[in-house]
Nanobody, 127 residues
Framework: VQLQASGGGLVQAGASLRLSCAVSGRTLSWSAMGWFRQAPGKEREFVAGISASDEPGPGSTLFADSVKGRFTISKDNAKNTVYLQMNMLKPEDTAVYYC?????????????????WGQGTQVTVSS
């Protein structure tokens, strides 16, 4: 299983970015998918996740409190790609963003549940 993240960049506060994670070697129905981020000097933290199921409803997506209302996560099964739409970006969103595939079907927030990781894409938000 390989994950290829893209879409990062340098933007001003208030702008939007969409990150993409192309997955090869496994369909998205086999695992929950997550986005994490890591800022310099900080631990990697959960940002958003989407379950393996295509059924919408409670628990199908999960967001960190710091991004609720600003970020959305979605997936395109035909393209085997997961997206993270980031709106109203803030300087504190600056980090390297990683997509990951979980060993579980439901979304969890622990890095220990995610067994496959992409290479990361840098997001920098200037004030």
């Amino acid at each position: 299983v390989q994950l290829q993240a893209s879409g990062g960049g340098l933007v001003q506060a208030g702008a939007s970015l969409r990150l993409s994670c192309a997955v090869s070697g496994r369909t998205l129905s086999w695992s929950a998918m997550g986005w994490f981020r890591q800022a310099p000097g900080k631990e990697r933290e959960f940002v958003a996740g989407i379950s393996a199921s295509d059924e919408p409803g409670p628990g199908s997506t999960l967001f960190a409190d710091s991004v609720k209302g600003r970020f959305t996560i979605s997936k395109d099964n035909a393209k085997n790609t997961v997206y993270l739409q980031m709106n109203m970006l803030k300087p504190e969103d600056t980090a390297v963003y990683y997509c990951s595939a979980s060993s579980r079907l439901v979304v969890t927030t622990s890095t220990r549940d995610y067994t496959r990781w992409g290479q990361g894409t840098q997001v920098t938000v200037s004030s």
